[in-house]
């Protein structure tokens, strides 16, 4: 696997652990907003780029995958942001202005598919954005 390729899946999959930090942030993760984050990742997500995993697979789906497996596990989305923040300072040539305003779209749109946003996902998303303006 070349070192772009490896980013690439290292990129969505952190991804994934970023809006299951959002929608865990309340510590639920609801039916709606893991519909919300499924049709983002085809909606949007799927066109990014034409990145694949070693399955030939659209790389954008490691989003689903892990935040999938995370949801398995049930523990605390606090920790898997903590590993986006690590990924993004390390790799924040790989973070344009589109994608940076696709991502806060998306993790906005898994916070307000339930009962609008809360407290909690609103500080997640509130850091988020510190993140990125910095």
Request: zero cysteines; glycine letters at 2%.
């Amino acid at each position: 696997m070349l070192n772009s390729e490896k980013i690439g899946n290292e990129f969505y999959q952190n991804l994934g652990k970023l809006f299951y930090a959002v929608a865990m942030a309340d510590n639920n993760v609801r039916p709606k907003e893991v519909e919300r984050l499924r049709k983002y990742v085809r909606q949007y997500w799927l066109e990014v780029d034409k990145f694949e995993d070693e399955f030939h697979t659209d790389a954008a789906y490691q989003i689903e995958i892990v935040f999938d497996w995370l949801d398995e596990e049930e523990k605390d989305g606090e920790e898997y942001f903590k590993e986006f923040k690590e990924f993004y300072k390390e790799h924040h040539e790989k973070f344009p202005e589109t994608i940076k305003k696709l991502i806060v779209e998306t993790a906005e749109s898994i916070a307000s598919s339930f009962a609008g946003k809360n407290r909690s996902e609103m500080l997640t998303i509130f850091k988020l954005k510190q993140l990125f303006n910095h």
